[in-house]
């Protein structure tokens, strides 16, 4: 049954007992996403560290359905303590699995529970519950003053498709600014 | 009162075979239980006849073009419109159409924000600083917004009738909010969230004492109940074809004659006009005034059967039907723990768009469920975000059914809202 493969016990758990949920400070930057078209919502904070290259802290305080509310608190698990860079990588990992209708193999090495998500790409009325955590933290990375170091041959890779794919989810869910 | 009906007036299973639609398979093979017929209704064969018939026969610009098929296509929109006029009880030439009733309302809107430009003729519809628009805080965001804009672009101020617990209007402070200053009052004659009906004449009395313009959103009310301009106080009323089994892409405004024929123009362009110049120009008396640019032809065609398929069945009977349903409904969802039904809990002055909330389950989860067996509900705000609010509510999921649904239909939502509690381990 395919509510059972989207629903994933990881995805219930997370959502029954959210972690890192409830706002902390300090905190570089705070933003407010909401999902237009059912009212959801997130208020999310990142701390980067002193030199803008690693995010310390995400704290988040929202409401929604099982999938965004999940979705941000396995994300905060999986990009706390890692250098930009990295969490960057995850997110685009992320982005492309849940768009991608279910033709995406995610790679549960850089993933890790996040693969549970998978299911939700074959749903694309639910593919925005499950990114509006992400988008926010984005938003909030580059709010906060995040450094990427990204050297010139990398940009150029396959790595550059995926910045750019980033890029223009953040525009469409940009309608979701309050 | 006694609403309580023992049956429903229709024959749904004779009903059924003109919608094929409804006789398809969703997710895995799930038999389709299409309840969201508030925000779109199925369309039966004979309005996708009507249009195709058209389309392969007489397809051709109207009010032109002095040929034969020309002339067909003038009179096939023309008698859509006649139709149009008399299912409500309107003059002929009193019915506007337009993309939807989103337009017709921004329609209203904006004519009147025209009016600063117009003749004297247009000076009721003018509005500024010290001016008041009424609406309510039940209203889809197709009746707000607009509004909302006027007010900005005029310098008006916007007040609102507010929501009492059992999903009414309050109309203790009427007089205190539609108020002396009140230039125009716009309001939903049966909410497309609550499933509420309000009091349109009693609210239309109070506007008139000060002068004020009245504007019924009726999307949710022509679709399901006879409806007649001439028993309702009003300047204006709007729908749209999709939600009465007619095509999309085509709305109806009806305004009073006297008001349409001084009421400045909107979209302007070609076929609205009456004389052109470089510099100037006059426009077309209604309903032309308002018709810019090529209107939805085929899909008046396709309303125009639309309306005969509903005449024939009779809009008492669709009433009926839904009260019996909406009944059915309501008594359903009161036996099982953990839902609440957000709007009226009887059928007095209610139709049937019923929403509510199961606890611990978010209505997109719920929502989720349901379809996986089939059954298709609206989950969010149902474009009444305010609504939601004001309840406390993230969003809701709703039920609203047409002449194609019965009593099997909800008992297989109610038997889908204990699979989701039980899914979800909400069951207590």
């Given amino acids: 049954m395919k509510l059972e493969q989207m629903y994933q016990e990881i995805i219930l758990d997370h959502y029954r007992s959210p972690k890192n949920k409830g706002l902390r400070a300090p905190y570089g930057a705070e933003v407010h996403h909401v999902n237009p078209t059912c009212g959801d919502e997130i208020t999310l904070r990142v701390r980067l560290a ?43 990992a992320f982005l492309e699995m849940v768009q991608s209708r279910g033709t995406v193999d995610p790679d549960e090495d850089v993933l890790e529970d996040a693969v549970a998500f998978a299911g939700v790409s074959r749903y694309p009325a639910r593919v925005k519950c499950a990114l509006l955590g992400w988008m926010a933290w984005k938003d909030a990375l580059a709010q906060a003053g995040a450094v990427i170091d990204v050297s010139d041959d990398v940009s150029t890779e396959p790595d550059a498709t995926r910045a750019t794919n980033v890029t223009d989810v953040t525009s469409t869910t940009g309608a979701g600014h309050e | 009162m006694s609403i309580h009906l023992d049956a429903s007036p229709l024959d749904v299973q004779a009903i059924r075979p003109d919608f ?79 993309k939807n009733a989103t337009e017709a309302i921004n329609l209203v809107a904006y004519a009147m924000g025209n009016a600063v430009w117009a003749g004297a003729e ?41 929501l009492t617990p059992d999903g009414r209007l309050g109309l203790d402070d009427l007089d205190q909010v539609i108020n002396e200053r009140t230039k125009v009052v716009a309001f939903v004659h049966q909410s497309n969230i609550l499933g509420t009906i309000n009091p349109v004449n009693l609210i239309a009395a109070r506007a008139r004492a000060v002068g004020a313009l009245v504007l019924l959103d009726a999307c949710q009310s022509v679709p399901h109940m006879p409806f007649s301009v001439q028993q309702l106080d009003i300047d204006f009323a709007v729908f749209s074809g999709h939600k009465m089994l007619g095509p999309s892409g085509i709305g109806v405004l009806w305004g009073r004659q006297a008001l349409l024929e001084v009421l400045p123009p909107f979209l302007t362009g070609g076929s609205m006009i009456e004389q052109v110049f470089m510099e100037r120009s006059t426009f077309a008396p209604p309903p ?37 349903l909406t009944e059915h409904l309501l008594s359903r969802l009161a036996e099982v723990d953990g839902v609440r039904v957000i709007g009226p809990t009887s059928v007095v002055e209610r139709g049937g768009a019923v929403s509510f909330v199961v606890d611990g389950i978010h209505s997109h989860d719920l929502g989720q469920v349901l379809d996986d067996r089939g059954v298709a509900v609206r989950v969010g705000h149902h474009c009444a975000w305010p609504v939601c609010r004001h309840y406390g509510v993230q969003a809701t999921t709703r039920a609203s059914f047409y002449v194609y649904n019965d009593v099997d239909d909800l008992d297989r939502l109610v038997e889908g809202i204990g699979a989701a509690q039980r899914f979800f381990g909400v069951t207590s």
């Fill in chain 1, 50 to 92: 002193d030199d803008g290259t690693t995010v310390d802290d995400i704290s988040y305080d929202a409401q929604g359905c099982s999938i965004s509310q999940a979705s941000v608190s396995v994300m905060t698990e999986l990009l706390t303590g890692h250098p930009v860079e990295h969490d960057l990588e995850v997110a685009a």
């Fill in chain 2, 20 to 98: 094929p639609l409804l006789a398809r398979t969703v997710r895995d093979g799930a038999p389709l239980i299409y309840l969201d017929s508030g925000a779109t209704s199925q369309k039966p064969e004979v309005v996708l006849d009507a249009e195709r018939e058209f389309v392969l026969r007489s397809n051709a610009p109207v009010h032109r073009g002095a040929y034969a098929l020309g002339e067909e296509a003038t009179d096939a929109y023309e008698a859509a419109r006649r139709s149009v006029a008399e299912f409500i009880g309107a003059g002929f030439s009193e019915i506007v159409f337009t």
């Fill in chain 2, 122 to 162: 247009a000076e009721r519809f003018r509005l500024g600083p010290g001016d008041r628009i009424v609406v309510t805080e039940m209203e889809h965001h197709a009746n707000l917004l607009p509004w909302q804009q006027l007010a900005q672009r005029t310098g008006a101020e916007l007040a609102w009738l507010s």
């Fill in chain 2, 288 to 324: 032309q005034r308002f018709e810019a640019g090529t209107p939805p032809i085929s899909q008046a065609v396709g309303l125009h059967a639309a309306v005969r398929y509903l005449s024939d069945i009779g809009m008492s009977h669709i009433e009926a039907h839904e009260k019996y």
